[in-house]
T-cell receptor
C-alpha cells in the first residue's frame, strides 16, 4: 500500500535557527497537505499543495511540492518557541483509494 | 461555528471489553474520518464515512468498526479490546469525500483510550 515517510523523526534547534522536514511518498500524489500538532493538541491544517513544483509561503514557513509529486518539504526560517510541535505531511494517492495517508511526523523542539 | 466534538475525551477499559466512541462533525460536513494515533505509529487511517456509507477502510482488524448516522454524526466501536489498542482516537470531518475534495480535515480533540 501507499507509504509516506517523513524525516527526521525529531529535531531540536536553538531559537532563531532554521528547520526543515521532508516527506517522501512511494506513489505519485494528487496533492499533499501539512498539519501541525501542538503537544497535547490535535492536528491543525496548515496548507495544501496540488501542482507539480508548487511553492507556497506562510510568513516564516515555506512549503514545496516536488516536480514528480512524490515528495514535499516544509522549511521554517528563524524558528520561534511557538513553532514547537509535530509536523505531519499527508498525501492523497493519484489513483485508486484516496484516503489521506499521514507521514510519521517530525517533532520539533525549540530551545529559547 | 462549533468544531468537531468527540466524546468521551478519556476512558479506561480492560482487555476483552468493548468501547464506543462518538464524533459530531462540523455542521454541514458530510465526511467523517477516523484515525488512530500512537507514539510509535503516528496517525493511522481507520475508515471514512460519507452519507452514512463507509467509503474507505484502513488496515485494521474487524474488531474495529464504525457507522455514520443521517445527521453525519459518527461512532466507532472496538470490540474485544487488546492492550495495543491504547491510543488517541481522532475524528476528522471535511465537507466532501476525502478523495474528491481539495479541502482540509478538521480534527477533534480526540478520545484517549487506555486499555489495562
Amino acid at each position: 500500500g501507499q507509504q509516506v515517510m517523513q524525516i527526521p523523526q525529531y529535531q531540536h534547534v536553538q531559537e532563531g535557527e532554521d528547520f526543515t522536514t521532508y516527506c517522501n511518498s512511494s506513489t505519485t500524489l494528487s496533492n499533499i497537505q501539512w498539519y501541525k500538532q501542538r503537544p497535547g493538541g490535535h492536528p491543525v491544517f496548515l496548507i495544501q499543495l496540488v501542482k507539480s513544483g508548487e511553492v507556497k509561503k506562510q510568513k516564516r514557513l515555506t512549503f514545496q511540492f516536488g516536480e514528480a509529486k512524490k515528495n514535499s518539504s516544509l522549511h521554517i526560517t528563524a524558528t520561534q518557541t511557538t513553532d514547537v510541535g509535530t509536523y505531519f505531511c499527508a498525501g492523497r494517492r493519484d489513483t485508486g483509494r484516496r484516503a489521506l495517508t499521514f507521514g510519521s511526523g517530525t517533532r520539533l523542539q525549540v530551545q529559547p | 461555528k462549533a468544531g468537531v466534538t468527540q466524546t468521551p475525551r478519556y476512558l479506561i477499559k480492560t482487555r476483552g471489553q468493548q468501547v464506543t466512541l462518538s464524533c459530531s462533525p462540523i455542521s454541514g460536513h458530510r465526511s467523517v474520518s477516523w484515525y488512530q494515533q500512537t507514539p510509535g505509529q503516528g496517525l493511522q487511517f481507520l475508515f471514512e464515512y460519507f452519507s452514512e456509507t463507509q467509503r474507505n477502510k484502513g488496515n485494521f482488524p474487524g474488531r474495529f468498526s464504525g457507522r455514520q448516522f443521517s445527521n453525519s454524526r459518527s461512532e466507532m466501536n472496538v470490540s474485544t479490546l487488546e492492550l495495543g489498542d491504547s491510543a488517541l482516537y481522532l475524528c476528522a470531518s471535511s465537507q466532501t469525500l476525502q478523495g474528491a475534495n481539495t479541502g482540509e480535515l478538521f480534527f477533534g480533540e480526540g478520545s484517549r483510550l487506555t486499555v489495562l
